[in-house]
């Protein structure tokens, strides 16, 4: 019996025992329970926080994208949203147009589009030189036809520099006519200097204002309206030198598409009606500006067909007598024109 009962302790203490170990891992498993809790709650409030540092991250920089959309959208742009960056084969083309072409077309059948100014002075630039001088404005058709000769012939004594490449306003007559712009433009010459103004941008706002030397010569000829042109204070142009409808796809009809400035260009090559006019008149300020450059370069100057055309201006000049009013007697060529005044 002593034995027996000596056991039944013996076992009760070890079922003891056991219950305060399996106790005493409970509480060891429930401490380490704990910290990996903590751990875990606080690795998903670290999680919380990156993200909502970069989803602000990202909203920041959506933000400032918009902020600098708008910012650039409110400032003035050099070259406008209808005015870009001239085309190299464009430039290439009307720069640099041949002479044998040139001299073969002569007048290309364009009457004589000088008036004298009755001026014995010689107009001179910045730099001293004889100036050759262009008031104009972007939205203005008459001005777009123009321009196309003008960089023809004054290619022939200098070099054009950032050109830019534009088109007419397209509520006026001839709508969308496409041209160059002087706007932001340079030229570099030995022999003139070539002095642009233009004077709106093609919605009508104030592009350039003349300076002092330029409002004189506007104001000595009652300048009233564009195109106009004042060569060396000897030969001016106050009217359209030829019908810019010969720049669109159907000559006979000035509402017909316009032709790009490429399709013009690339006709700058052989002798048409498109080339008849633009490098006729190209020649004819040709002239003008030999005369007053005393015939250099003399390459470009003593061709035939600048010389007989020299000749005729000088004759014209004489007999037409002084300028000091805009003239619009020439208008009458053309039928459909508008003499919009600013």
């Not at 034995?3 to 005493?24: D, H, I, L, M």
């Not at 409970?26 to 909502?52: D, Y």
């Not at 002798?271 to 006019?277: A, D, P, V």
Request: with cysteine; glycine share 8%.
């Amino acid at each position: 019996m002593s034995k027996s009962r000596g056991s039944s302790k013996s076992q009760g203490s070890a079922a003891v025992r056991r219950r305060e170990q399996q106790r005493q891992r409970q509480q060891e498993i429930s401490r380490g329970k704990q910290p990996q809790t903590r751990n875990r709650r606080r690795m998903r409030r670290n999680s919380g926080r990156r993200s909502a540092i970069l989803v602000g991250g990202v909203l920041l920089v959506i933000a400032l994208i918009i902020a600098y959309f708008f910012f650039t959208s409110a400032q003035p742009s050099s070259s406008g949203p209808d005015r870009t960056v001239a085309s190299a084969s464009v430039v290439n083309a009307v720069t640099k147009v041949s002479p044998t072409l040139l001299s073969q077309i002569g007048t290309g059948g364009v009457a004589n589009p000088f008036k004298a100014s009755g001026s014995s002075s010689l107009l001179t630039g910045p730099t001293g030189k004889p100036e050759v001088f262009f008031y104009g404005a972007e939205w203005c058709p008459y001005c777009a036809a123009e321009r196309w000769s003008i960089v023809v012939a004054l290619s022939r004594f200098g070099t054009f520099h950032n050109l830019g490449e534009t088109s007419s306003s397209s509520t006026d007559s001839y709508p969308n006519t496409a041209t160059f712009t002087f706007y932001q433009s340079s030229y570099s010459s030995s022999y003139i200097d070539f002095v642009p103004l233009e004077n709106g941008d093609r919605q009508r706002n104030t592009l350039q204002t003349p300076n002092a030397a330029e409002q004189q010569i506007l104001t000595t000829y009652n300048v009233a309206g564009y195109p106009f042109m004042d060569i060396g204070g000897r030969y001016l142009i106050e009217n359209p030198s030829y019908d810019p409808t010969v720049l669109r796809t159907n000559q006979q009809d000035a509402s017909s598409q316009p032709l790009t400035g490429q399709q013009i260009a690339n006709q700058l090559s052989t002798e048409n009606t498109l080339s008849k006019n633009v490098l006729g008149v190209a020649n004819y300020l040709t002239a003008a500006i030999c005369s007053i450059t005393k015939n250099q370069p003399s390459q470009v100057c003593s061709d035939t067909a600048i010389q007989s055309i020299e000749t005729s201006i000088a004759q014209t000049s004489q007999s037409n007598g002084p300028s000091g009013s805009s003239s619009l007697l020439s208008l009458a060529a053309f039928p459909a024109i508008d003499v919009r005044r600013w």
